[in-house]
T-cell receptor, first 117, second 111 residues
Framework: DADVTQTPRNRITKTGKRIMLECSQT?????MYWYRQDPGLGLRLIYY???????NKGEISDGYSVSRQAQAKFSLSLESAIPNQTALYFC????????????????FGAGTRLSVL | EDKVVQSPLSLVVHEGDTVTLNCSYE??????LLWYKQEKKAPTFLFML????IEKKSGRLSSILDKKELFSILNITATQTGDSAVYLC???????????FGKGTRLSVIA
């Protein structure tokens, strides 16, 4: 979805390096999420944020940190990358202003493929 | 433990076949179940189901929910090669929590 933009699209880095993945959205949504996807493991939640002052850990937050710089921007950092953080990373958004269950519909960016050597 | 379980994990069919994908879930305060299609990159939203027995339909795709038995199915009729993708099922585990995704079903449609 072009309204959710992730940069970079691909990144190769070395063990121990600090990496930041960025996500910006023009959908005006208040909620933002970071997931990683590994073959056979589906999408797993790393962190999520329901507004600028709200940050919550997900299922697999160890080794990651996030920053919600503005409603439209949510970045994911790997302070010291390790090879098992090699994965496809997705940012997603959802809209609290939607009614009932529709607020759970998430819209995904195109993903960042990260390789840690 | 897995709270959202999809089956089968992978499936290969021929064009024109009909397929049924399954998703079962465990949640104490059910609100909704969502289906996504993931081709090469980002998952794209297909359906949201909130009520039992009401079919959601979009072209050759349809889905239905059984809240008593805690499962949903996604049907694809007259499959085409363009239906080849990973189909993901997701459930929020309470009113204000993010989605939890199943591992997905990888569907391959061969000509």
């Amino acid at each position: 979805d072009a309204d959710v933009t992730q940069t970079p699209r691909n990144r190769i880095t070395k063990t121990g390096k600090r990496i930041m993945l960025e996500c910006s959205q023009t959908k005006g949504h208040d909620r933002m999420y970071w997931y990683r996807q590994d073959p056979g493991l589906g999408l797993r939640l790393i962190y999520y944020s329901f507004d600028v002052k709200d940050i919550n850990k997900g299922e697999i937050s160890d080794g990651y940190s996030v920053s919600r710089q503005a409603q439209a921007k949510f970045s994911l950092s790997l302070e010291s990358a390790i090879p098992n953080q090699t994965a496809l990373y997705f940012c997603a958004t959802s809209d609290l202003k939607n009614s009932a269950g529709a607020k759970n519909i998430q819209y995904f960016g195109a993903g960042t493929r990260l390789s840690v050597l | 433990e897995d709270k959202v379980v999809q089956s089968p994990l992978s499936l290969v069919v021929h064009e024109g076949d009909t397929v049924t994908l399954n998703c079962s879930y465990e949640v104490t305060n059910f609100r909704s179940l969502l289906w996504y299609k993931q081709e090469k990159k980002a998952p794209t939203f297909l359906f949201m189901l909130t009520s039992s027995g009401i079919e959601k339909k979009s072209g050759r795709l349809s889905s239905i929910l059984d809240k008593k038995e805690l499962f949903s199915i996604l049907n694809i009729t007259a499959t085409q090669t363009g239906d080849s993708a990973v189909y993901l099922c997701a459930v929020p585990f309470s009113g204000n929590t993010p989605l939890v995704f199943g591992k997905g079903t990888r569907l391959s449609v061969i000509a």
